[in-house]
């Protein structure tokens, strides 16, 4: 804070046991620490105060910002209105629900909204082997299910 050195120290001290005399300095130094600890207590609430209010102002930029952004947001709104244009851009018939007996559909027939339509797969019958043999009886060379191990390739 100061910029007092050991020296000067020193000199103060001399000057005031000289002018205030033996018996009182104990008494004057108890009250000058005493009044410094006030001046010290005053600044740190000072200091304290200002930083809050900076604080406040800073919370009331980002206040007034995020009230910025968040004007006329509003997600349930935005929402309907999505639903809303999707209902709008399809024909009503496409909305309705499939009618198994109407043109001749059944329920089977309609898409799947799940995904692309399958077709059931029998799990009992055992899978076609490759063909081994041509249409004249002699077998297939070339096809890549007739090499057996230890053959040597063509």
Excluded: C
């Excluded at 206040?63 to 910025?68: A, F, H």
Aim: net charge negative; glycine share 10%.
């Amino acid at each position: 804070m100061f910029d007092i050195g050991w020296g000067e120290l020193i000199v103060i001290g001399v000057v005031a046991l000289i002018a205030i005399g033996p018996k009182e300095l104990p008494g004057a130094l108890r009250a000058l620490g005493h009044y410094m600890g006030k001046i010290r207590h005053m600044a740190a609430d000072f200091q304290n105060q200002f930083q809050e209010a900076m604080r406040e102002a800073e919370m009331a930029d980002l206040k007034k910002q995020v009230d910025t952004l968040t004007s006329g947001f509003d997600p349930m709104e935005t929402i309907r209105k999505d639903i809303e244009s999707t209902v709008a851009d399809k024909p009503p018939s496409a909305l309705a629900a499939p009618d198994a007996g109407a043109a001749g559909t059944t329920a089977s027939d309609a898409p799947s909204a799940y995904g692309p339509e399958t077709k059931p797969v029998d799990v009992q019958a055992p899978p076609a082997e490759p063909a081994t043999t041509g249409d004249s009886g002699q077998a297939l060379v070339d096809a890549p299910g007739n090499a057996k191990p230890g053959d040597r390739p063509a």
